[in-house]
């Protein structure tokens, strides 16, 4: 490209070949045009590389993991690449709406207060038949740490990005701890309208390691702690990929082949009070000591 373009659209995948030429269609076809197209493959084994080697559009680079690196990793790893003054975010199960970048773009371009918006969405399952539609959060409620909004349905500031931590290494809640760091930069807003077709999968992880899952209220800790803090630990991030993997295996396994899950006593208190911060509630100086309690538990736990 001769010039920077105004949007780096960031697109990461994942064994897609199903719905991932519809979702870049979807971008190429967008009423804005000064955009660049990152797409960064995580490895997969279908026929996604196939479907990406076949583009030939000027707008589109594409980038490819040697191994399987994970979301976060990806995002990281995509977001360095990006040239525009603004990162839009895709996923390659989704579709945008034709005017989604334009809208977005001229709402960041005349709101300079604002680091990132987001927009309403349409939920559709794997057959694209509609589910219904989110619900526009306010200003208010994003600036009291309940931010809410879509991650393949944002747009944000590439300075702004580069300043925050930026996206981490991490499993399941990269987009959460990025919006909290975000969040210091500017305000937050989203669309009324719907500019994304966002899709609900049965299968997908988010909705496999729900709240049966065992290990799902000590992420939410661990997700609380590295939100509210200013400086993200490496020893968090290990804790929260440590046990996304567990929650992982346990929601692939059938009833008949899983273990009874049991905490120690102190550590299920401790996990109940973690809780509370979650809530909104202070904690106490001894979170950090659960949270190696925890992480010592589950390791030698797995080891058995």
């Known amino acids: 490209m001769d010039k920077s373009p105004q949007v780096s659209v960031v697109l990461c995948c994942y064994n897609a070949q199903k719905t991932i030429a519809e979702s870049i269609e979807s971008v190429l076809n967008q009423t804005f045009t000064d955009f660049e197209f990152i797409i960064w493959d995580d490895c997969s084994t279908d026929n996604t590389p196939s479907i990406l080697k076949n583009y030939n559009d000027k707008r589109i680079r594409v980038f490819f993991n040697q191994?399987?690196?994970?979301?976060?990793?990806?995002?990281?790893?995509?977001?360095?690449?990006?040239?525009?003054?603004?990162?839009?975010?895709?996923?390659?199960?989704?579709?945008?709406?034709?005017?989604?970048?334009q809208k977005e773009y001229e709402f960041l371009e005349s709101h300079p207060g604002h680091v990132l918006v987001s927009s309403s969405v349409?939920?559709?399952?794997?057959?694209?038949?509609?589910?219904?539609?989110?619900?526009?959060?306010?200003?208010?409620?994003?600036?009291?740490?309940?931010?809410?909004?879509?991650?393949?349905?944002?747009m944000f500031r590439t300075d702004a990005y580069r300043q925050s931590c930026g996206y981490l290494d991490?499993?399941?809640?990269?987009?959460?701890?990025?919006?909290?760091?975000?969040?210091?930069?500017?305000?937050?807003?989203?669309?009324?309208?719907?500019?994304l077709k966002y899709r609900m999968v049965s299968t997908s992880l988010s909705h496999m390691i729900d709240s049966k899952n065992p290990y799902k209220k000590i992420m939410l800790a661990v997700r609380s702690k590295m939100c509210n803090e200013s400086e993200v630990l490496e020893d968090d991030i290990e804790l929260q990929n440590h046990l996304y993997r567990l929650g992982k295996k346990y929601a692939q396994q059938t009833k008949k082949d899983?273990?009874?899950?049991?905490?120690?006593t102190s550590i299920e208190e401790k996990a109940q009070h973690a809780l509370k911060y979650v809530l909104g509630e202070k904690l106490s100086t001894d979170f950090v000591f659960f949270l190696k309690n925890t992480y010592v538990f589950l390791r030698n736990r797995k080891r058995r």
């Open 170 to 195: 991490l499993l399941g809640c990269e987009d959460r701890v990025l919006w909290s760091k975000l969040i210091d930069f500017g305000k937050f807003s989203v669309l009324k309208e719907p500019l």
């Open 67 to 101: 191994v399987n690196r994970g979301l976060g990793k990806s995002l990281q790893l995509a977001c360095r690449e990006v040239n525009g003054k603004y990162i839009a975010r895709m996923d390659s199960d989704d579709l945008c709406m034709p005017e989604r970048l």
């Open 122 to 154: 349409i939920y559709i399952d794997e057959n694209d038949k509609v589910l219904g539609r989110s619900f526009p959060w306010t200003w208010a409620h994003n600036q009291n740490n309940h931010i809410s909004v879509v991650h393949p349905a944002t």
């Open 258 to 264: 899983r273990q009874p899950f049991k905490y120690h």
